[in-house]
């Protein structure tokens, strides 16, 4: 019986180290739960009604860079698969072991394992003064700051097909990926916008745009979608 047991053990334990070395951070199942904005810290001296569509979501996520130069972040929550995406992504080439984003907007704080903060935000003028306000809470703290000519949220139905992990990873623009296959026109936004957001919960998107380029919201048979595009 001893005979037995012995390489029955060993078997056990080879095929548990190979899982634990072949698991990366980007395999391992994605979930996040969302949060009130005001429960979270540092934010709790913000006017939140002040922001069109808020989020704050902890948990884990899946991080990567386009050939578009597109910084995708990506999870899921019980409800819903959540998108957020960093238009012309430059100076910062990752962000690894992420465990909290708060999405305000024009902006995008991104909280990682390590204690690292990564601040981003639009490249605009006229949101110089939330810019300041939403700075405030981090006095004291060291910020990686990144501006980005657009910055998208996205939310589908976790029962979305179309919106899957490995797909987006394997598509070279995910903007293109995605205004291809719901809608291409603009319902809202359009020549001349720098922002704009269409529906709400597990189907809503928001976006805001930097200099030279507009906001595109519009709804489709499967879900919203909002993008940034280049002024002619």
Sequence with gaps: MKKCILPFLSM????????????????????????????????????????????SLTGTFSSF??????????????ESKEIFILQDFNSIKSIENIKNVVFLDDFLIVFNQQGEIYYIYVNREDI????????????????????????????????????DIQNIKNTESVVQYISNNYNR????????????SY???????????GGGYYACCSVGIGGNSCYCVKER
């Design 12 to 55: 056990v334990l080879i095929c548990g180290y190979c899982f634990l070395s072949c698991t990366s951070e980007n395999d391992t199942l994605l979930y996040s739960k969302s949060e009130k904005i005001a429960d979270v810290n540092l934010f709790k001296n913000l006017n939140i009604s002040e922001f069109r569509n808020p989020k």
């Design 65 to 78: 860079l386009t050939k578009s130069n597109e910084f995708i972040i990506y999870t899921e929550t019980n």
């Design 128 to 163: 110089a003064l939330k810019n300041s306000n939403i700075k405030s809470n981090f006095k004291g703290k060291s910020l990686n700051e990144e501006k980005v000519n657009g910055l998208i949220y996205l939310s589908y139905p976790i029962s979305d097909d179309f919106i």
């Design 185 to 196: 026109s603009c319902q809202s936004g359009g020549s001349g916008s720098t922002s704009c």
């Design 199 to 209: 529906g709400g919960g597990s189907t809503g998107c928001s976006v805001s745009c």
